[in-house]
C-alpha cells in the first residue's frame, strides 16, 4: 500500500494498492499524485521518488516537493556533493531530538542549487546537506552522516527543517503502527484482495482514532475496545 501521509495530522490523505515485482512504486506514487487535489503543500520523499518526472508532477500540480538525493541519481549527488563543499550556505539550522533511549542531532544546510543542474529537474530553487549523529541507550547507532536533498522551497522557508524533522512520521506513525500495533504482518488473509481490503480498513481505523483525538493508537484501542457507542460514533 503506497500511501501520502500528512505530517501535521497524522493521518493518510491518499492510498493506492500495488503489487511487488509486478509494478514499480515509482509509476504508482506518479499515479497517486495524479489522483491527489492537493494545492500549495510540500512533499517529501525517499531517494527512490528522486525522479525528474515526479518532481514536475509536484510542481506542475501547484505544489512543492523536498526529496532526499543518492547514488540512483548518480550525476546529480555528486554535483550536489561538490557544490556543497565549495560553497557556503545561505542558511544553517541546528536541532536536536529525544525520543525514549534515543537522541539525534542535525544541522541542516541550505545553498543555492549548482548551476550544472539538469534543467529537466524541474523547479529546483535550492540543495540542502544535512549533517546527522545519534546515540540509542546512550550508545552510538549510526556514524556520522551526510543525507543530501533537492527542493523547489524557497531557501529561506522554514518548512525545510520541519520536513526534514517530519519526514520519519511515515515510518514512526504509520508503518510502525500498522505492523506492530495493528499486527498487519502477522495477519493470516493472504488470498485474493483479502491483504489489501485489510489494509485499507486498517488505515480507515488509525485516520479514524486520529480525527477523533488519539496521537497514540495503543491508547485508543485500550479506551475504546468495550465502548462500543462511542466507536460507533466516529461513523457518524
Not at 494545492?39 to 509536484?58: E, P
Not at 535550492?126 to 550508545?139: D, E, F, H, L
Not at 547507532?141 to 525545510?160: A, G
Amino acid at each position: 500500500m503506497v500511501s501520502a501521509f500528512s505530517h501535521d495530522r497524522g493521518e493518510v490523505l491518499g492510498l493506492k494498492a500495488m503489487e511487488n515485482k509486478r509494478e514499480s512504486e515509482i509509476f504508482v506514487v506518479q499515479d497517486l499524485l495524479a489522483l491527489l487535489d492537493f494545492k500549495n503543500v510540500v512533499f517529501t520523499m525517499d531517494a527512490l521518488h528522486c525522479q525528474k518526472k515526479t518532481a514536475s508532477a509536484i510542481v506542475n500540480s501547484g505544489n512543492d516537493y523536498l526529496i532526499t538525493v543518492k547514488a540512483n541519481q548518480n550525476k546529480l549527488h555528486q554535483s550536489i556533493a561538490t557544490h556543497c563543499q565549495m560553497t557556503s550556505p545561505i542558511h544553517q539550522y541546528n536541532h536536536s531530538e529525544k525520543t525514549r533511549d534515543r537522541s539525534i542531532q542535525r544541522n541542516i544546510s541550505v545553498f543555492s542549487p549548482p548551476s550544472e543542474i539538469d534543467p529537466i529537474w524541474v523547479g529546483v530553487n535550492c540543495v540542502i546537506k544535512v549533517w546527522r549523529q545519534g546515540t540509542r541507550g546512550g550508545q552510538p547507532y549510526q556514524s556520522q552522516k551526510e543525507t543530501y536533498y533537492i527542493c523547489s522551497l524557497s531557501p529561506h522557508s522554514s518548512l525545510i527543517p520541519k520536513g526534514i524533522r517530519t519526514h520519519w512520521h511515515i515510518e514512526n506513525r504509520l508503518h510502525w503502527v500498522k505492523d506492530v500495533v495493528l499486527q498487519e504482518d502477522d495477519y493470516p488473509f493472504c488470498g485474493g484482495y483479502a491483504a489489501a481490503n485489510m489494509g485499507i480498513i486498517r488505515t480507515i481505523a488509525l485516520n479514524l482514532f486520529r480525527l477523533n483525538g488519539f496521537a497514540s493508537i495503543t491508547k485508543a484501542i485500550r479506551t475504546l475496545a468495550h465502548d462500543l457507542p462511542r466507536l460507533f460514533s466516529f461513523l457518524q
